[in-house]
């Protein structure tokens, strides 16, 4: 799968001066590596916008900054507005074709499982990306689990049951869940037993309430009229 593309130049507007940046439509980003001088760049937000929405995080990018040669980068970090979610920030991390590294690839469900189709059925999920470690070359853009395999309720596929290429060592925990088949909590159960509960509580109210109610005075009689 050939690299994508994308062009950067350097940057000299730090700080919150970046803001004026993002206006004229430039992203700041930032570039680091192992053994790598880090580096202050930007980009046109338009064109790292499209790229981001190709690349994720796994695909390698040819990261051209002016007249230097490419370097070879993933994207590391991606930081959005928390409410119109534009884009503020973007890390790239260099990396050397020939040295492994450690990165989170995400996890997709295909298929149907057979399981599902009983009544009252739910897939319940586990993690969502897989931690590998590998050459550049071989992160895959995604790591695909089949659901046509639960075949019973209760039956899951852990991090054991991923099968990768011998290039590709898993750092998760193998006997992390992924996803498996339950049965649904009955609603009508959990509505029934809500009243007597209720109940229960209102009766130990009434009874606390009666133990602690002063004791009620006797009223004396009037006496008796003198004839």
Known sequence: MEDLKLKATPRNVLGKKTRFLRRQGITPVHLY???VKSLALQCDTDELEHLIAQAGRTRLISLEIDSDRPRTVFVREIQRHPINHELLHVDFYQVKKGEKILVDVPIVLVGEAPAM????????????SLSIE??????????????????EVEQAIHVRDIT????????????????????????????EAVPEAVEEVEAEVEAKAEAEAPAEEETPEPPAAES
Do not use: Y
């Open 33 to 35: 590596g192992h053994n």
């Open 164 to 191: 990768l290429g011998p290039e590709v060592t898993v750092r998760n925990d193998p006997e992390q869940l992924v996803v498996k088949v339950s049965q649904a909590v009955v609603k009508e159960a959990v509505e």
């Open 117 to 128: 189709k009983g009544k009252g059925r739910m897939l319940v999920h586990g993690i969502t």
């Open 134 to 151: 590998c050459l550049p070359g071989s992160v895959p853009p995604q790591i695909e689990v089949d659901l046509s395999q639960l075949e």
